[in-house]
């Protein structure tokens, strides 16, 4: 097809608002932004096909950054406004201020999402796309995004609003369709909106489409409905927007015509789709609609599991529905409870680990014969650094395409006793550590020292400060084994009053480490995202992973570090259980025994923190041992878990865990030629 029937084509499956006025200029030339379109008009098509087992992929939030990944590019100049310009850095020896700056300017991450869950979902995504699955993916356009973290000093986190551009946003575009979720008293309206996902090689792409309630003719209130993701201050805005996920999901879909046969939710978040295909349908017709349903649960976390007073629900639903509600979702205290709407009218649930499963099986013991498991993963196109992956590439006649198939790092266990394969693989990391020293000139780190890093969302039962509780202790061990450079970032939940009180707490101690400089240098980034996370991941020498079990349902961040062969220092939760037994690093702390999952509260820093002292002066005395001011022992033990790690990246990856769903959850044939 020539590039201007390509378009047309393009334009006649895509209703794209203001084409004309606006897109023309980045979809024109046979180009959407700067990928190929035919991919667009390949998965449109096969979304409006019958014979097809289209999957509806539900999420409240998804993480994706072209920056990172398939950089879309725009004709058209990209808002400031979508720009991260800087990054503040606070550390314990400033030389002249609390804060120093460094200068970015890349665009954003899209701004959709708030953390782990939302990443996973878009390597999720990705690797859907890499898979060439017939799959429509809905989520939120959220007006003013999550939030960016700014830090004050003695003061602590300050969430600042996000008010990006979202018709200069690139790879984003507004589409004429419009939908009408219909409730008791009123009428809300959404418009759609799209952004593709390409697979590796660009020959795939899946849509997400986001839903926006900023239009007319919307009261002003409801125009507000879609701002921000995750706001807690407000149940009747909490459910609205799940009523526009679930609700509005379903009929959006019908809006574009595509034919669905598996709706997979993720949380109970969007668990409202159900009413849209309930809804005046015999009970046997319902009964036979659960297999169409699939149901994920991403955390053991009270917090995590929606729960509405029947009054909130039934004044906003139509009677129909609320009556719909009550039989599949009203649990033993009388609330409407979307985890259970989602485990009643699912045929497939599952955990997203092994040890979560158990977890559940404790939590939901009426479901304990349903609920299975299929363990977490990152995309590895995403986060495998490009030194790692040029080495991969050097070797591939022993690891073949490892872009095609990242099953065959498992392979890399057998090059332990291959001299240049371990020299390389530290140089390999090394260049990665110098990237993080560059990205840090100012602070003056050094590749040849120590460097530890926790960075993920900052919660109570993530334990932040853990490595913090005694600092004393890790005076004591850089004086006795060499200096340690600590590295931390992450968002606090703005609403989560003891989230905040980390964040103040931890940069306090900082601040009062200011004298120790010369063994010991800590540093706390702001505004963690998913450029700053692959930075992170794929640079310390050590990634620190202290939740108290068994409240991490899974966990990702490790899985990006192993494959960069960043060793972990962590305690036995979530996907580290079972990787247990491969040699990725030190496990201590805390073990949780097969009972009643206690109170998320009861953190144990005292005890754990002594053990994770011990823990990581193993760590720091063999890296020392390892790599003296440069001169680095080949045959060390510590390679020989840079390569296990390697090894077990294998594993965590999104590619079994979408080849798990396809056989597990959603009934379908595997792609055979994928396993090892
Ligand atoms: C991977 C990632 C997370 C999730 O980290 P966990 O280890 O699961 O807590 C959170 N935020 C960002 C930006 C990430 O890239």
Redesign the pocket.
Known sequence: MDNKRLVDEFLSLVAVENFEGVYSKDIAQGKYFGMPLEPIIQSERRLRARNERSIAYFSMEY?LASSVYNQFQSIRPVSVQNMNQTQEVFSNFRLADYLFTVKIDTLMDLPIYS??LG?LAGDTVKTMADYKLPVAAIGMLWNTGYFRQKFWFKYGQMPEKIHWDINSYPGLIPLKNRIKISLQSEEVYLRLWKYYVYSYQHDYAVPLILLDSNIEPNTEKNRHLTDQLYRSDDTSLKAMQRIILGMGGVLALNELGYAIDIYHLNEGHAAFAFLEKARGVTGDEREAMRKHFAYTCHTPVEAGHDRFSISEISKIVKKEDFELMEKYGKDSHGMINLTLLAMNIASAINAVSKRHQQVMHTQFKKYEERIQFVTNGVHTHTWISPSFMRLFEEFSAFFGDIKANPYNLVKAKELKSNPEFRGKLWQAHQENKEALCHFLEKWKLNKNIFTICWA??IAAY?RPSLILQDVNRLIEIAKKYGPLQVLFAGKSHPQDDLGFTYINMMLDKIDELNKVTDNLKIIMLEN???AL?KLLTSSVDVWL?NPLPPFEA?????M?AILNGVLQVSTLDGWVVEAEDKNIGKIFGYRWEDTKPGSEHNLRMVDDSHRLYEALEEMVALYYRTNKKGMVDNASAWIDAMIDCVSAGAHFNTYRMLDEYKRLIWNMKENPSRHP
């Open positions: 993480g953390g782990g990443v993920r969302r993530k963690y995202e998913i996370a992973n899974s966990g990702t961040s490790g990006k």
